[in-house]
């Protein structure tokens, strides 16, 4: 496997608080890397300095470029997929145009993308069903899978997921799960931050534990499962 993302020592600050020290991890082609943690624990903080939204301090190599200085839409152009939490969809566009807005950097023409369109309603028939339905009508469950398909429409080499479960129900939870399994089946490399941390294991190759901005474990996604540790802190609600 070849190293697509590589992060040594990125730090945050917000004035006095340091809200990551020094974290450093790398996510190899074709891997799921999932980070668990709990609130406050730096996790998001850290996807947004990845996608170039946070000013931060370190090393980014992605694909062996150093990303230092790259705003966030270029980082996009380069292959960084970011679907934050919350989704931010843009409520007051359809489904078919917040797709289209997640292709923007691209040269394509909209027929042309059509296929791709195609293949995101295929993994999602939800969304096909509501194609000229305005974003902010949608469930949570659908803002989430178009959120997902959005992020792909930039033709990514790595899609971050920050909270991807958040606010959703056990069986929608389900079903991204098995389509974040799904697109690594296709080739995608992934970076997942989930705190459903038993369901997101599962499905990893490896996996960080973030805490107070500091990472304090890694493994792979078996052996975190299997910590004693892991499973006292993040996983005592979610034991099957």
Not at 64 to 78: N, P, T
Not at 216 to 231: H, I, K, P
């Amino acid at each position: 496997m070849s190293r697509l993302l590589d992060i040594k020592n990125l730090a945050v600050s917000y004035g006095a608080v340091n809200a990551l020290k020094q974290v450093s991890l790398h996510v190899d082609t074709n891997e799921i890397v999932t980070i668990i943690g709990g609130n406050g624990a730096g996790k998001s903080t850290m996807m947004r300095a990845l996608s170039g939204i946070e000013k931060s301090t370190g090393a980014i190599a992605f694909a062996g470029q150093d990303l230092g200085g790259i705003s966030a839409h270029k980082r996009v152009g380069l292959g960084i997929a970011h679907v934050p939490e919350g989704r931010q969809v843009f409520p007051d566009q359809t489904v078919f145009d917040n797709l289209m807005l997640g292709a923007f950097l691209r040269k394509e023409s909209p027929a042309e993308l059509a296929g791709e369109i195609e293949s995101c309603f295929a993994m999602f028939p939800r969304l096909k069903e509501r194609r000229d339905q305005y974003a902010g009508t949608l469930s949570g469950g659908e803002q989430q899978m178009l959120a997902i398909c959005r992020a792909l429409m930039s033709k990514p080499r790595i899609l971050m997921l920050d909270e991807p479960s958040l606010g959703l129900a056990p069986l929608i939870v389900a079903e991204i799960f098995k389509i974040i399994k799904s697109l690594k089946e296709r080739g995608m490399t992934i970076l997942l931050v989930e705190q459903m941390a038993n369901q997101a294991l599962a499905i990893s190759d490896r996996a960080y534990v973030l805490e107070v901005g500091s990472i304090v474990m890694e493994g792979t996604g078996q052996e975190l499962l299997a910590s004693e540790r892991v499973r006292e802190a993040y996983l005592g609600k979610h034991k099957s």
